[in-house]
């Protein structure tokens, strides 16, 4: 199963959003890119409908707002804090991941910063898959994409995609173009292999 959740919330505020996810997430689904697409207003409610899927999923993608180290649901954070407290909700979607799957987050700046490395790796480890994500604020151009695996550490600067403040301490993001690094737009269908993390770099 290719699984998209996505923020319903975002239909008068915060950008107006949700129509466009569910937009594209109906493209998707028209398009042979996804099996299934959900919108959801809190993690409670994505990681129920994940618990109930039958199938293995392959892939999960989720399309929401985000920042540094951080995904949202409208104001419901997801961050590294949610190994420890969404853990038997990572543990049962772990046992719903096939060995091979994706967990992508198609969010602004999630992988960005010291706290998008620290996510991205201990994520990865305690779901034993890939996750991606990005560094970048994105839109239809959505750059800074990077992904890992289980045991491997990020290898992309921890620089990558600030434009104000410093690693620790992130102000402010850049905004995706064409031309900064490792850039997809919104209808990229998969992360290239070539975007994940090496093993002992």
């Not at 959801?40 to 180290?69: C, M, N, R």
């Not at 994105?138 to 690693?167: C, K, M, N, Y």
């Amino acid at each position: 199963m290719r699984l998209v959740v996505y923020d319903k919330t975002c239909v008068t505020t915060r950008g107006w959003l949700t129509p466009v996810w569910a937009t594209g997430a109906a493209l998707f689904r028209g398009l042979g890119r996804t099996d299934a697409a959900h919108g959801v207003a809190s993690w409670d409610e994505a990681f129920t409908w994940l618990a109930g899927q039958q199938e293995p999923i392959d892939e999960l993608q989720y399309w929401g707002h985000g920042k540094w180290g951080r995904a949202f649901v409208a104001e419901d954070c997801f961050d590294a804090s949610a190994l420890t407290k969404r853990r038997a909700q990572l543990e049962a979607l772990r046992e719903r991941l096939s060995p091979g799957a994706l967990v992508w987050f198609r969010t602004c700046e999630t992988f960005g910063a010291k706290p998008g490395h620290d996510l991205a790796q201990r994520l990865a480890d305690f779901l034993g898959v890939r996750v991606a994500g990005h560094t970048y604020v994105i839109g239809f151009h959505q750059s800074g994409l990077h992904g890992i695996a289980p045991g491997v550490a990020p290898d992309w600067s921890v620089d990558e995609g600030l434009a104000r403040g410093t690693p620790d301490a992130p102000e402010e993001a850049k905004w995706s173009r064409p031309w900064a690094p490792r850039t997809v737009t919104a209808l990229a269908r998969s992360v290239p292999v070539r975007w994940f993390a090496a093993a002992g770099s």
